[in-house]
C-alpha cells in the first residue's frame, strides 16, 4: 500500500522552505545514462511523488514535457505557486496509478519517494510507462547528514547530530523497515533489467543556516509523528540539539551558516527494447 504523509499544508510548506534539492552533477548523471542507453530527443519525463517540486524544475528544462506527480494535494499546489516553468504539467495521483500512456515516457523519476510507494505496483507502472529503451532513476538520500564549521571540531558537532537522529527512531514508519537505503538495494536487485546501475556515497555538500538544517529533520516523517503524539517534547528536541550545536560552534545566531554534507544514493535502469 502507499503511505500518505505530507499532505498538510504546513508540511507541504515546509518541504518547499527546507527540503533540499539534488544537486547538478546528480542529475547530470541521470542524463547521461538515459543519453548512453537511450539517446535523444528528451520528449517527456514524469517526476513521480514530487513534493514541493524542487526536482521537477531541476529536470524539466531538459524535456520538451514533464508530468509531475504527487498524491497529497497541498504538495500539488505548492508546487504550483512557486513553478512558472510552461512545460511543466502538475497532476494529483498516487504513484502505482499514472494518467500516462503506455509505452510514452523517457525518463521516470522519484526523487526521496520511492520507499514511501507501494514499491513492487509502482516499478510494474514505471515499466508500463517508460517507452523502450526509457529509463529509470530512484534517487534518495540518508538521514545521516553531516556538519561542518570553520574552527570548530566536526566530531563533536556530529555526535550531538547523532543524538538528534537516534532519538527520532522510536518514531519512524514501519513500512521504511530500519534503512531506507535497503529498500532501494532490494529494488536494484530485483529489476529484470540488464541495463543496471546502483551508486552510492555521492556526497554533496550543501551551505545552510544552522536553523535550515533543524528544519530539514523537523520536515522528516519521523520528527512530524513525534510533533503529533508530544509537541512539547519535539519542541523540547530540537531546541536543545540546536542550543547544544550553537554552543560547539561558540555562536548565538540559529542564522549561522554551516556546511551540510548529504551522502545520496541512487538506482538507475533501462527498460529492455524487447520486454
Not at 514541493?52 to 494535494?73: E, I, N, R, Y
Not at 521516470?108 to 513492487?120: E, K
Request: aromatic content about 10%.
Amino acid at each position: 500500500m502507499t503511505y500518505r504523509l505530507f499532505e498538510g499544508k504546513d508540511h507541504a510548506s515546509s518541504y518547499w522552505k527546507f527540503r533540499i534539492s539534488p544537486s547538478d552533477n546528480l542529475i547530470q548523471q541521470v542524463l547521461d545514462f538515459l543519453e548512453k542507453h537511450k539517446g535523444h530527443p528528451f520528449e517527456l519525463a514524469v517526476d513521480v511523488g514530487c513534493g514541493s517540486g524542487q526536482g521537477t524544475v531541476l529536470l524539466a528544462k531538459h524535456f520538451a514535457s514533464m508530468v509531475a506527480t504527487d498524491v497529497s494535494p497541498a504538495q500539488v499546489e505548492m508546487a504550483l505557486q512557486h513553478s512558472k516553468e510552461p512545460n511543466i504539467t502538475y497532476k494529483q495521483c498516487v504513484a502505482e496509478e499514472l494518467p500516462l500512456a503506455d509505452s510514452s515516457v523517457d525518463l521516470v523519476t522519484a526523487m526521496s519517494a520511492f520507499h514511501w510507494f507501494d514499491r513492487p505496483r509502482f516499478l510494474q507502472e514505471a515499466h508500463r510507462v517508460l517507452k523502450p529503451r526509457g529509463c529509470m532513476a530512484l534517487l534518495n538520500y540518508t538521514m545521516e547528514m553531516e556538519l561542518s564549521y570553520p574552527d570548530c571540531c566536526s566530531q563533536t558537532l556530529n555526535q550531538i547530530c547523532q543524538e538528534f537522529y537516534a532519538a527520532l527512531v522510536p518514531y519512524r514508519s514501519a513500512h521504511l523497515g530500519s534503512n531506507s537505503i535497503e529498500l532501494y538495494r532490494e529494488a536494484y536487485k530485483s529489476l529484470p533489467y540488464p541495463d543496471k546501475e546502483w551508486h552510492e556515497c555521492v556526497r554533496v555538500k550543501k551551505p545552510m543556516p544552522l536553523s535550515s538544517f533543524m528544519g530539514l529533520v523537523e520536515s522528516f516523517s519521523s520528527y512530524q509523528t513525534l510533533v503529533r503524539e508530544d509537541l512539547q517534547k519535539a519542541t523540547a528536541l530540537s531546541q536543545d540539539i540546536s542550543h547544544r550545536l550553537m554552543s560547539v560552534m561558540k555562536v548565538s545566531s540559529a542564522e549561522t551558516e554551516v556546511d551540510v554534507s548529504v551522502r545520496y544514493y541512487c538506482l538507475l535502469a533501462c527498460k529492455p527494447e524487447e520486454a
